[in-house]
T-cell receptor
Framework: AQTVTQSQPEMSVQEAETVTLSCTYD???????LFWYKQPPSRQMILVIR??????QNATENRFSVNFQKAAKSFSLKISDSQLGDAAMYFC?????????FGAGTRLTVKP | NAGVTQTPKFQVLKTGQSMTLQCAQD?????MSWYRQDPGMGLRLIHY???????DQGEVPNGYNVSRSTTEDFPLRLLSAAPSQTSVYFC????????????FGPGTRLTVL
């Protein structure tokens, strides 16, 4: 079965600094997508960024970028110029066909 | 557009009671799904549907039933609630296709005593 592992239960970053959240996954599928979701205290799940497994180029969305290493099955999220509003739980997710798996999450704290 | 709506927002049940969590979307999405979120475990897929009349099991389906009679609605039924079903439940929807973003509802916090 596919699994997603986030090894950092909590991370902290100073405002305006850069932080990287780690994610590894295990799958035997060749066609899949990877996602990072943000969950603020409001509990609403918000898509941050997505990456197709077939694309070599790492996805970027403004201050958010990923480092996708397909052979290593690694999918880390880099947040640049961290802002107070970035404080939230971040979930890494894997989707193949109709199956979707989430990691346990990383709680990010942003210090002013 | 209201997006994905869920009712109720909070619910307390006694062991053995039944109830239905409601989910509706107004985006004409083919794919709808239910997840549960437990502390330290992220979200886990309970059931999903790829269209009206079609449902299938996810990672943790035991104790839950679903049906999809319309494109818009995807209710989740607990037939006999157990304390192990205490959780936050999220409904989500998307267009068909692995690459499509799933839109999540606001969640329902369920406590089973």
């Amino acid at each position: 079965a596919q699994t997603v592992t986030q090894s950092q239960p909590e991370m902290s970053v100073q405002e305006a600094e850069t932080v990287t959240l780690s994610c590894t996954y295990d799958t035997s599928e060749s066609d899949y997508y990877l996602f990072w979701y943000k969950q603020p205290p409001s509990r609403q799940m918000i898509l941050v960024i997505r990456q197709e497994a077939y694309k070599q180029q790492n996805a970027t969305e403004n201050r958010f970028s990923v480092n996708f290493q397909k052979a290593a099955k690694s999918f880390s999220l880099k947040i640049s110029d961290s802002q107070l509003g970035d404080a939230a739980m971040y979930f890494c997710a894997y989707r193949s066909d109709n199956d979707m798996r989430f990691g346990a999450g990383t709680r990010l704290t942003v210090k002013p | 557009n209201a997006g994905v709506t869920q009712t109720p927002k909070f619910q307390v049940l006694k062991t053995g009671q039944s109830m239905t969590l409601q989910c509706a979307q107004d985006m004409n999405h083919e794919y709808m799904s239910w997840y549960r979120q437990d502390p330290g475990m992220g979200l886990r897929l309970i059931h999903y549907s790829v269209g009206a009349g079609i449902t299938d099991q996810g990672e943790v389906p035991n104790g839950y039933n679903v049906s999809r009679s319309t494109t818009e609605d995807f209710p989740l039924r607990l037939l006999s609630a157990a304390p192990s079903q205490t959780s936050v439940y999220f409904c989500a929807s998307s267009y068909s296709g692995t690459h499509n973003e799933q839109f999540f509802g606001p969640g329902t916090r369920l406590t089973v005593l």
